[in-house]
């Protein structure tokens, strides 16, 4: 176990909750991706250390709204995204690892699109 310090969780946390809303059962529009973008722009993560904590530590724990049939659409609650994320951000076990690869597809199918257009926005020079 690796504990996150506190800037390291203040600086992970704007992201968790920007990803989050990948799950949340809306749509998102231009205007919100690229809010989304900016955050991660800010956070001052690479697309590999994104992608990471998009794949590992966000769609594990939000992952299964987009399959109820009453999902969240206003947004997850801050403070239990934060615990679970965290929790995946301090344990990256192994088998962890190789569960989220057999789940890819189930977890992150619907939000490619916009992984990809964030990714897109961050390639642009910033606004």
Not at 66 to 87: I, T
Request: glycine share 4%.
């Amino acid at each position: 176990m690796r504990p996150l310090n506190p800037a390291e969780l203040s600086r992970r946390q704007p992201v968790w909750l920007a990803f989050s809303e990948f799950w949340l059962d809306t749509e998102l529009t231009k205007a919100e991706l690229a809010r989304i973008a900016e955050v991660a722009r800010a956070s001052g993560y690479t697309r590999d250390e994104l992608r990471m904590i998009y794949l590992h530590e966000v769609a594990p724990v939000v992952a299964a709204n987009l399959w109820s049939v009453a999902g969240v659409w206003d947004g997850f609650d801050p403070e239990a995204l934060f615990a679970r994320c965290r929790e995946r951000a301090e344990n990256p076990s192994r088998w962890r690892r190789g569960w989220a690869r057999l789940a890819h597809n189930y977890r992150v199918h619907a939000t490619e699109q916009h992984w990809r257009r964030v990714c897109e926005l961050l390639a642009a020079e910033p606004a």
